[in-house]
């Protein structure tokens, strides 16, 4: 089912609002903090020997392009949640980038069976632009929240803006609802009204 009000197109625009970072793999880490019983590092090896999820998907951005059939491989991030021991109380998941890009999903959306961090795409590691070494995935939510550069995964009780929040947009991001902005509810007729408090 292709989502509503988008436009498919054949490759990927990059952005990198806060510009492309350096890495160094060999000092790189993906840390899991915040309302879990034991943080944990991980480097890109141990991840790679991780890989546990292989599938095709769409990538959709919020200004209004999709990408089609997308293979993506990666980590399930419930299974990283219970390496870690996420708490009950943990309502939301922050990503934070090594750019200082920031992202932000109830924890629920992070839980679910298809998400995902990314190590490869299309068959191979992703490439610096696209966010080298990981970058979470979540196909149902829109691509601003998957941070590519990722560094952190932190668990919240309380909800926080990122990068594009800030600006006024969702806090969920729901493709098929579209949640573009915040205050905004999908119709399911492929309209979006604005909801006013
Ligand atoms: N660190 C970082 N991650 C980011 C962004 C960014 O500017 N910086 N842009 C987001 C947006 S709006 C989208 S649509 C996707 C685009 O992914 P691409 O650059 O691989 O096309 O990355 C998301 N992740
Ligand atoms: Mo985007």
Not at 8 to 24: E, H, N, Q, T, V
Not at 55 to 74: A, I, K, L, N, Q
Not at 157 to 184: C, I, P, S, T
């Amino acid at each position: 089912m292709d989502a509503p009000n988008q436009r498919y197109i054949s490759m990927f625009i990059y952005y990198a609002a806060l510009g492309i970072p350096r890495i160094d793999i060999e000092r790189w880490r993906l840390s899991i903090v915040g309302e879990v019983e034991r943080p944990l590092e991980f480097t890109y090896s141990e991840l790679i020997s991780m890989i546990n999820v292989k599938y095709v998907r769409d990538f959709h951005c919020v200004t209004g392009w999709s990408v089609r059939d997308v293979e993506w491989e990666g980590v399930r991030i419930r299974d990283l949640a219970s390496m870690v021991g996420v708490r009950n109380d943990a309502k939301w998941v922050i990503f934070r980038s090594a750019d200082g890009y920031e992202s932000v999903v109830p924890a629920e959306d992070a839980l679910s069976e298809d998400a995902i961090v990314a190590l490869r795409m299309n068959g191979k590691p992703l490439d610096l632009k696209s966010g080298y070494p990981a970058r979470p995935f979540i196909p149902h939510l829109y691509g601003w929240k998957s941070a590519k550069w990722l560094t952190t995964i932190e668990f919240t009780k309380q909800y926080r803006d990122g990068y594009w929040e800030a600006m006024g947009y969702h806090e969920r991001g729901n493709v098929h609802l579209e949640e573009r902005f915040k205050g905004m509810e999908g119709t399911h007729t492929g309209k979006t009204r604005r909801v006013i408090a």
